[in-house]
Structures are given as C-alpha cells and as structure tokens.
C-alpha cells in the first residue's frame, strides 16, 4: 500500500515512474563534485534526461541492477545547500523530503570537504538514509589530502565510502552500501546537528505543534528549522506533498506573514 | 546599500588574506554567499584578478570563488 | 469542541510563530543557522582531514596564471575557439561526404522501389526527392560538425577551463548589464544554438537569462556554417589568388564571426537598457580545480546524444520542409512554379536588402533547418525541381553569377545568414525555457528585423555610393 503510494507520489508530483520493487536512489552534491561521473559509472547508459515536472531543471535518471535488485538512480541538480533559496535547491530539498527515496546518496569532493559537509548535514537532518560519497580521492592523494575515512564514519553517523569515480575505484563498495541502506538491512543514526543557543531554544519552541500536526512524516526539527529560516515556499510544499487540505484563506494567511 | 568605510575583500591584494568580519550584502547574492562558506569569522585569500581586474578570484575553504568588486567590496575583514 | 484541529490553520499558527521568534532576534536567524551548520562542518573536517606539505606552487596555480594572464589569457581563448572551430569545419568534410555518399546512394535504391512499385511522381517526388533528401542533407551536413564540436567543448569543461572563460569575459559583458557566464552559452551556441538556447540555465538571474537567450542566435551554429563558407569562399575567395583564397576566406569567416559577437554585446546592452532594464546581479563564479576529464567516455557520450539529436531533428523539422519545398517548387500556377512566383513577389523587398527574392525565400523556406537553405537556392535557380549541391566550388560561383550575384549580393547574404531569425528547433527550445510566447516571438523578431535593418543599410549605402 505503502508501495503503490510512493509510486503515484513520484509520478504525479516529480514526473518518476518508478517500477514496483525498484529502489530510488536519491543522488546529491555540490556542483563540480563528480556527480555525473558517479551518476554514469553506476548506471551506464540506461539513463535519460529530461527536466522536472513544471521547471526548467535538469532531471537525469538512470538503472542499475545489483544482486538482482533493481535500482533507480535520479541525479538532482548540484547545489552548494538545500536551504532552498534557488529552484534548483528547491527541486532538490522537495525530492529528498518528499519522494521519499530508499537512499540518498550524497557526492562530496575530498579535497573540500568542509563545504561539501554543509550539504551532507543538511541532507542528514531532513532523512536518515544516507550515504556519502568521499569522490575525487585520487586528486587528494595528489595534493596531500588525507582523510580519516572511519573516523569520519563516525563522526557523520551515516556510512562513509571513498571513491574515485573517474578510475572507477571504490564503485563495489558503493553499490553494496547503496543496497544495503535501501534494503534497510544497514541503519543509521545520522549525527544531530548541533546549533547556537538561540536557534536551539526557538526550534525546542516549536517543535511540540509541529510533530502533533506532522506526525512523524518529517523531521520536527527540521521543519522547525525551515520555518525559522523564513522558508514560506516550504509550506506550500508540505501542503502538496502531504495532501494536507489546503484552504486558499490560509495560504493567504502564510503568504502574508 | 551605503558600503561602510570598513575593510573589504575588495582591498585584498593578490597574496594577502583577510577574516570576514561582515556581508553587508541582500537577498540571493547574500544566501549564495553565505551558503559557499563565507561567513563571519571564515579566512579568505586574495588569490588572482582577471585581466582587466575584475572579477577576483578567492580561496575559501580549499575552493577557488570568483566575485565581482562591487560584491567583494560588501564583504568586510577584520583589520590585519 | 469537536477533537478535529484542521491542520493547514495550525499549520499556519506554527508560521506565524515561528516568524515572530525569527524578527524578534537581534542578527538574522538565518544566518545563524547557515553559521551553525558550517560550525559543525568545520569541526568535524578538522578532527577528520589533514594537509600535508604542499609544494611551492602546484601545477594548476600555474596554469591559471597562464589562461587568466593580462598578456596571455584572451589570446589563448581566441586560439582556442579558432581552434575548435578549424578542427570541426576541416574534421567534418570527409565524414559528411561519406554519409552523403551512402545516404544519396540509398536514395536511389528509393526511387528503384518507387518505380517497382508503380507509384505516380509525384509521390516520388514529395517522398524521395523531397521528404528524404532534406532529412539526408540534415544529416550528412550536421553530424560530422556536431560530433566533434560537442566532444570538444565538454572536454574543455570538464577540464575546467570555461568558467575561466566566464572569468575572463565578465567585465565586458557587466558593461552591457549582463552575466560573464554569457561567453559560455555564446560558445555553445556556436555548436547549435538549441543547445545555447538550453545552456543559458547556467546563468542564475532572470533577466540576465533572457538576454542570453535573445541573442544566442547572433552567434552562427554549425548549421550556418556551410553557407557563410561557400559563400565566402566563391566570392571573397574567387577574387584573390588561388593560394591565397582559403586564407582570405578565413579572414572573412572570422570578420563574421566577430560581427556576430558585436552585435551580441550591443544588443544585449540594448536590451538592458530598454526592455530588460535592471541591476546586474553580481558574478559568483566557482573555479574548480583544473582535472583530466575521462576523454572517452566524454567522446562516447557526446556522439551518441548528437547523434539522437540531428536524427530527431531531421526527421521532424527537416524532413516536413523538404516535402513542402518540393511541392512549392514543382506545382506550376501559369508557368512558373509556386516558388517561383513567391520570389517574385518577394523580389522588390529582397532588392532593396541586396538579396533576390529566391535567396529571401531560401532562408524562409529554411526556418526549419539552415542546412537546407543553400540546396533550397540552387533548386529554385536551376529550376531542377529538386534540391541539389554541386561539387565544385567554380559550379556554385557560375550559377550564382548567372542568376546576377554581385559581391553586395554574397556581403549581404552573408550578414542575413549571421543575423536572421532563428531556425525552428531553437525558437521551440526558447519557449521551453522562457516558457513565454512573448519572449519566444521576441527571440523570433528581434534578429528579424536587425538582419533587414543592416542588409538595407549595406546595400543602399553601397549603391548610393556607386559601389555596387
């Protein structure tokens, strides 16, 4: 049921048609990262390209089969963050929350790592299925770059794996990471962002109404956290996306707060 | 947006470094900027001009971002 | 009270909130949280990566200093492009002819099935003469050009090498109030302007994206290509020298080429200061590390999406064309053809350009593919009834004296071939992206009516001064 849900969701409101059984993989990161190597090495050229449902972005999507399971690899477009401020951010913050992907695969480039994390912790707090990508590992090795792979594991809460996309190194140990988050055979619990005094006591403010009327459908705190940042388009998306009925007055309302 | 007379990227020669202490920038322009790293308090290399001067090119963060003068001049160093 | 809470009104009282506790805070909330989040991305980085020594200056530092130096980074980019284009222009003639020899070949097979099959000519006509030797033409001119500008160009920004073309181009086009990354989707068009059209995404604000998009058609895409050439190289070329003719038609190429960027800056400066009036936004530019893209899957890639996309093209747009042009040039009002009196009536107009009326219709009759608008002329000339090139260059430069070319007629045909309205495929990809009739009609009329405004001014001027 559960199933069949997903799927209309993912036809009707990001243009996917995703086959019953298949696992949606969700494919985040900043521009320049590698992302389409990734996207190519794993899925060859059982791709096509279009744009999402009603915008002008681009949306690639692609299979791939591993220990007989099928897989569906929707690349998202590259953003620094998904505070979703651009179209694109927005495309790709609604997929994540929304379309409720088995995995979310998150490309960062090891040579600068600490603005790609940005985008990895906030992928982490709108869902828990996470897998980073540590990519570009054979240009850190070339500037001297080293990086502490487990301890990052640890630090992140999320499975970490190294990768050179281009040389095809570490694409195995992906696919078997991929598949074992999909299949939730592997779980986590991703790291808790940790934010200033003030930010944390409005967010503990709001989050009580927010899981009684959400449910736990999202994360509170992020919701929270969304509505703090003034992110007035997040509501509409809720809205849509949640089936929640929509009065035109209270959209007025939101709107003109 | 009147700039304040205080320190800018701008002011940065190629080579030199400065710690933001402020974006006095709005809107889009000031989200993507804070989004790419450049926050109060993040070190900042003056790294190359274009051939005619403008834009400038920065590393922030291990990573090369290029702003025109009329951005960098709104994002202000602490004094060095 | 019913137990009932409808969730939107909650939801809205969560907003409202939720904004009262955002403005009652001294700095942003925002900011904060976008701090926060880097705060812990900065401490996790910290226990978790180490810098080794690095050496004095690596390799690509050097690099950069090279392609975005004062002496050097603008002349490597025009070597470049004049690169690129030299190796598609000269790499495509032997492909082209091939799959113009085995396609025009399957022709024939054609026209055997069609006698065998007892089918009128006219049907012939209109199937085989008309409908395939346009898609045929498409083809063999279009992909051999395409599959080798495209590969190149994603090979370059796979390096990394455009944004630093951006980078360099920025503060001219902040002049005319426009985006740096506009040097890019220039650059794409000038493989085909459908993908320019397309690559304008890349620039961020509205308005800037639009002026992009109005005057990607400025630059001539691959399509365009083959008539600026022949004509330059029959008419420049011919007066000349023969060892000097493929240089001088060179130069004359590139004088187009840079024509067509100069009209691009001053109508985009037009544009900004008129109907797309508004603050630049300002530049921010990422500059990746220059990195060895994997050229073969790039090449792989690259062919088998052009590849798609001429056959699409071809069987769409130019295909369609072709049938209805042989009709219009094989169903006879009086004794002479529709066509023929359609550049009859069009005659006095295209005089007044420094055109005929069968090089006007020519270029209408190829809004669906540009490729097709030199075949279309000779068709019309020679009264054959079909489109045909010829082979050698002295053919093409007899025929076209004999129907009274003058070098104002190949000057002007030239600059309408740089400015006219753009082909059918581009003015579609400009309402997809726009997703307006207003800009895409605009993107339509505003090269429309430069290309009249300048061919009349050339040719009057050049008249009135006795030159022509």
């Known amino acids: 049921m559960h199933e069949e849900n997903r799927g209309r969701v993912l036809r009707e409101h990001f243009g996917i048609a995703a086959a019953l059984g298949q696992y949606v993989i969700a494919l985040a990161g900043n521009p320049n990262v590698g992302k389409s190597t990734v996207f190519n090495a794993l899925t060859g050229l059982r791709q096509h390209t279009g744009n999402w449902p009603g915008k002008t972005v681009d949306n690639a999507q692609g299979t791939f089969t591993y220990r007989q399971k099928p897989f569906l690899l929707v690349d998202l477009p590259g953003t620094y963050s998904i505070l979703a401020h651009t179209v694109e951010e927005q495309v790709a913050r609604d997929f994540i929350c929304f379309g409720q992907p088995n995995a979310t695969l998150v490309v960062l480039d090891a040579t600068c790592l600490e603005r790609n994390l940005n985008l990895a912790l906030q992928v982490m707090e709108i869902t828990p299925n996470v897998v980073v990508c540590v990519n570009l590992m054979d240009e850190a090795r070339k500037k001297n770059i080293a990086i502490d792979l487990p301890a990052l594991e640890k630090e992140l809460g999320v499975p970490v794996v190294p990768t050179a996309a281009r040389k095809g190194e570490g694409l195995d140990t992906l696919r078997e990471t991929l598949y074992q988050v999909s299949t939730g055979a592997r779980k986590s619990i991703p790291r808790q962002l940790v934010y200033s005094q003030a930010v944390e006591e409005a967010v503990e403010k709001l989050v009580p109404t927010i899981q009684r009327l959400i449910d736990h459908k999202l994360n509170p705190r992020w919701v929270a956290l969304r509505l703090l940042d003034g992110d007035k388009a997040f509501i509409e998306s809720i809205s849509r996306h949640l089936e929640l009925q929509l009065s035109p007055k209270a959209l007025q309302e939101v709107a003109a707060l | 947006m009147q700039p304040s007379d205080k320190l800018s990227l701008a002011d940065l020669t190629v080579g030199t470094a400065g710690r933001i202490s402020s974006v006095e920038l709005d809107g889009l322009l000031r989200r993507r900027i804070l989004d790419l790293g450049m926050i109060p308090g993040t070190q900042v290399e003056c790294i190359r001009k274009s051939p005619v001067g403008d834009p400038i090119a920065f590393r922030v963060r291990n990573t090369m971002i290029a702003l025109r003068s009329d951005a960098a001049n709104l994002i202000k160093v602490y004094p060095f | ?468």
């Open chain 3, 1 to 468: 009270m019913s137990g009932t809470v409808k969730p939107m009104t909650t939801l809205v009282n969560v907003c409202a909130e939720a904004d009262k506790i955002r403005l009652s805070t001294d700095s942003t909330l925002s900011d904060t949280i976008v701090s926060d989040i880097y705060a812990n991305a900065e401490q996790i980085a910290r226990k978790v990566v180490t810098h080794k020594e690095q050496g004095e200056s690596s390799w690509d530092t050097r690099l950069d200093d090279i392609l975005t130096s004062r002496l050097f980074g603008y002349p490597i980019m025009l070597a470049l492009l004049g690169a690129i284009f030299w190796i598609t222009i000269e790499g495509a003639n032997i492909p082209s002819g091939m799959i113009a020899d085995v396609l025009f070949a399957f022709q024939d097979q054609l026209t055997e099935w069609f006698v065998l099959a007892g089918a009128p000519a006219w049907l012939h006509g209109v199937f085989v003469l008309g409908l395939y030797r346009a898609l045929a033409w498409v083809v063999s001119v279009m992909l051999p050009p395409m599959a080798i500008f495209f590969p190149l160009f994603t090979l370059l920004e796979d390096l990394g090498y455009l944004p630093r073309v951006a980078f360099n181009m920025d503060s001219l086009f902040k002049r005319c109030k426009a985006c740096g990354k506009q040097a890019l989707t220039m650059c794409m068009g000038f493989g085909c302007n459908t993908a320019g059209i397309v690559s304008c995404r890349i620039i961020d604000s509205p308005r800037e994206r639009l002026i992009a998009l109005l005057t990607n058609n400025f630059v001539p895409c691959n399509g365009r290509f083959p008539t600026l050439i022949a004509i330059a190289s029959i008419f420049v070329g011919g007066a000349f020298a023969a060892e000097y003719e493929t240089v001088v038609a060179s130069l004359v190429i590139t004088t187009i080429v840079l024509l067509g960027i100069a009209t691009t800056f001053a109508v985009s400066w037009l544009l900004s200061h008129t109907i797309l009036r508004g603050e630049p936004s300002s530049l921010v530019l990422e500059l990746p590390p220059y990195r060895l893209p994997q050229i073969g899957a790039i090449i792989y890639r690259s062919l088998i999406d052009r590849t798609l996309f001429v056959l699409k093209r071809a069987v769409i747009m130019a295909a369609p064309a072709g049938a209805i042009t042989w009709i219009l040039g094989n169903v006879y009002i009086g004794d002479l053809s529709i066509l023929a009196h359609v550049a009859g009536w069009l005659q006095p107009l295209s005089y007044a350009i420094g055109l005929d009326g069968f090089i006007l219709l020519a270029f209408i009759l190829g809004l669906p593919a540009n490729e097709i608008v030199v075949p279309i002329l000779l068709m019309s000339y020679l009264s054959t009834g079909q489109m045909i090139e010829l082979d050698s260059l002295d053919e093409l430069r007899q025929v076209l004296l004999d129907h009274g070319w003058t070098w104002l007629t190949a000057v002007c045909s030239m600059l309408f071939c740089l400015l006219h309205w753009p082909c059918a495929t581009t003015l579609l990809s400009a309402y997809k992206e726009s997703g307006s009739i207003k800009w895409t009609f605009l993107s339509f009329l505003i090269p429309t009516i430069i290309a009249f405004a300048v061919c009349l001014v050339v040719a009057q001027t050049a008249r009135i001064l006795g030159l022509a």
